[in-house]
Nanobody, 117 residues
Framework: VQLQASGGGLVQAGGSLRLSCAAS????????MGWFRQAPGKQRELVAS???????NYADSVKGRFTISRDTAKNTVGLEMNNLKPEDTAVYYC????????????WGQGTLVTVSS
């Protein structure tokens, strides 16, 4: 599966952005899709994930501000980010995980989100 992330950019604190991740094939069979981020000098961390069954999970730091969604008809996963804070500044990566005989993770190329104060 190839993933193409888009939607990053520069926004002021309190603003909103929507990220989108397009998959090269149908995502119905993908067990979990999610967004991770990596800020300079920090480890990559999970931001939000969504299972095929519709169960979502969010990092505490983004709960109530970010919403993850998936559109199986369009093979896309979105991340709606509201009330952005400077600490949300990072490169955001789309992830797809399949679980068959083993776990396989696929990654997009990353899209930069910069939140100015």
């Amino acid at each position: 599966v190839q993933l193409q992330a888009s939607g990053g950019g520069l926004v002021q604190a309190g603003g909103s952005l929507r990220l989108s991740c397009a998959a090269s094939r149908g995502i119905f069979s993908i067990n979990v899709m999610g967004w991770f981020r990596q800020a300079p000098g920090k480890q990559r961390e999970l931001v939000a994930s969504l299972t095929r069954d519709g169960m979502s999970n969010y990092a505490d730091s983004v709960k109530g501000r970010f919403t993850i969604s998936r559109d199986t008809a369009k093979n896309t996963v979105g991340l709606e980010m509201n009330n952005l804070k400077p600490e949300d500044t990072a490169v955001y990566y789309c992830n797809a995980r399949t679980v068959l005989s083993r776990i396989v993770d696929y990654w997009g190329q990353g899209t930069l989100v910069t939140v100015s104060s």
